[in-house]
């Protein structure tokens, strides 16, 4: 079991931007996908990016492809998310998860094959 940390959320005008980030504890860090995922209030988890073990593959969510940046620092067991021209659709409580390597395109979007995950930033974005 991996302890994820997020930090960085806040609040920022539309077009305003931020950097989340996720300190992971395990000594093992670099073996694991990493994603970020959103919840707004009264709606499901949703899938915002993720990047391989390596950082050699990265994917995004269709709402924020352009926007956002999936990084990580695996010296530093840290995932960062920088977020670009927020908008207020982006107001949600942003999850930081740990999956197993390996995961492709196809998987790295379902939520479930995540074990690990952070207690969550809130990012408010104001019109």
């Known amino acids: 079991q991996v302890q994820l940390v997020e930090s960085g959320g806040g609040l920022v005008q539309a077009g305003g931007s931020l950097r989340l980030s996720c300190a992971a504890s395990a000594r093992t860090f670099s073996i694991y996908t990493m994603g970020w995922f959103r919840q707004a209030p009264g709606k499901e988890r949703e899938f915002v990016a993720a990047?391989?073990?390596?950082?050699?593959?990265?994917y995004y969510g269709d709402s924020v492809k352009g926007r956002f940046t999936i990084s990580r620092d695996n010296a530093k067991n840290t995932v960062y998310l920088q977020m670009n021209s927020l908008k207020p659709e982006d107001t949600a409580v942003y999850y930081c998860a740990a999956g197993p390597p390996g995961l492709t395109s196809g998987t790295m979007l379902d939520r479930a094959r995540y074990s690990s995950w952070g207690q969550g930033t809130q990012v408010t974005v104001s019109s």
């Open positions: 990047i391989s073990w390596s950082g050699g593959s990265t």
